[in-house]
């Protein structure tokens, strides 16, 4: 595959937890820290009639535009929305599908550079989420932890003595901390250690989902992992243990990708790369699953110096714009599935500046 001359990647702003920045960017994608919270006085989410869930939309909407909060916050109200801007705030990670998809008042509060959401009236009345690039668990804790501390100082968040914080799901009950990794192991995948490196992180209660969290398949190589204890331990414990494992795995990914390139094996490993290569140069249509596929291999590629002419940043940009909401957005078209298919092919060669 070979870059056009001259050719440049449209105009994009792929957010904060791709910027393809930060420690170990390479395998880290970004670190996510979550808090479920919710408010005294009013029933948890999933019992909430709508006048209920209308008055408490309200009142924390109202809350969160207030002066005095470390970040400005804009809220979107999801009621303003179609399908297709739900679906991009999904595709950008901002909301939950859970969310995009509820008939209640619902919404979500997003600072400018798209590192901090705050979704109203999902599971918990609110899921604080704080974004960064790379392995970054210290500084988003820290960034975390001062934006909870300024939302109790205007909101009353419902908590006990013997439990703490008290979420919907029994799960999240105590610091309601879920603090998560994304990382790209095409190395672990393609030498078929994946399911290992899944056992191992779930006996230290590590929980390993995919490209969207729970209940979502691992696309493109890309996985999630996160704490499954939020009771009984605090949140310094959390960020040590998540931080001192998802480093392991990130040691582990560089070992099996140094294997990969070794002897026999580094033969097969470039022809993978470059059949994707060859995929996304000439393809007439593309689905979601295959195009990030070859986009990871081609991103594996440019970090292990195997290919030029291309950057993360490219990939990155590539990797969103492929999905859906995106896609379609973008191409200011509304457009059925196999149109998808086939504009996908179209656009990921001039987003990536390919001359067939």
């Known amino acids: 595959m070979t870059r056009a001359r001259g050719g440049k990647s449209p105009e994009f702003r792929p957010g904060a937890w791709l910027s393809g920045t930060g420690p170990e ?21 999933p019992c909430q009639p709508e006048a209920e869930a209308r008055a408490l939309y309200d009142f924390v909407t109202a809350r969160l535009q207030q002066k005095g909060l470390p970040e400005q916050l804009a809220v979107v109200d999801l009621d303003t929305l179609d399908e297709l801007e739900r679906t991009v705030l999904v595709e950008r990670h901002l909301i939950s599908r859970e969310l995009a998809g509820k008939k209640c008042a619902r919404g979500v509060a997003v600072d400018t ?62 610091t309601g901390l879920r603090l998560s990794v994304m990382l790209h192991l095409p190395g672990l995948v393609w030498a078929e250690e994946i399911d290992k490196t899944t056992n191992t992180a779930q006996k230290i209660h590590l929980a390993v989902r995919g490209l969207y969290g729970e209940g979502s398949r691992a696309l493109g190589d890309f996985y999630q992992v996160s704490n499954q204890v939020t009771l009984g331990r605090d949140e310094r414990q959390i960020q040590s243990d998540v931080h001192l494992a998802v480093g392991k795995i990130v040691q582990w990914e560089r070992e099996v990708r140094q294997a990969l390139l070794r002897g026999a094996a580094r033969t097969r490993t470039l022809d993978r790369i470059h059949r994707s290569l060859g995929i996304l140069e000439r393809a007439q249509i593309l689905t979601s699953e295959e195009a990030l596929g070859c986009l990871s291999a081609l991103r594996f590629g440019i970090e292990e110096d195997l290919i030029s002419g291309f950057s993360v940043a490219d990939v990155n940009r590539a990797l969103l714009l492929s999905q859906p909401g995106h896609l379609q957005r973008f191409t200011q078209q509304r457009l059925q599935p196999d149109e998808r298919d086939q504009r996908r092919a179209q656009l990921l060669r001039e987003v990536l500046g390919c001359k067939p």
């Open 25 to 45: 960017c390479d395998i880290a994608i970004c670190t996510r820290a979550r808090l479920a919270r919710n408010l005294q006085g009013f029933r948890f989410s």
């Open 113 to 174: 550079d798209e590192a901090i959401a705050i979704m109203v009236n999902e599971e918990d009345h609110l899921r604080v989420q704080v974004f960064a690039s790379g392995l970054q668990t210290e500084a988003v804790w820290q960034r975390t932890e001062r934006l909870d501390d300024a939302l109790m100082q205007r909101l009353p968040f419902a908590t006990s003595e013997e439990f703490g914080f008290l979420t919907s799901c029994p799960t999240n009950t105590g």
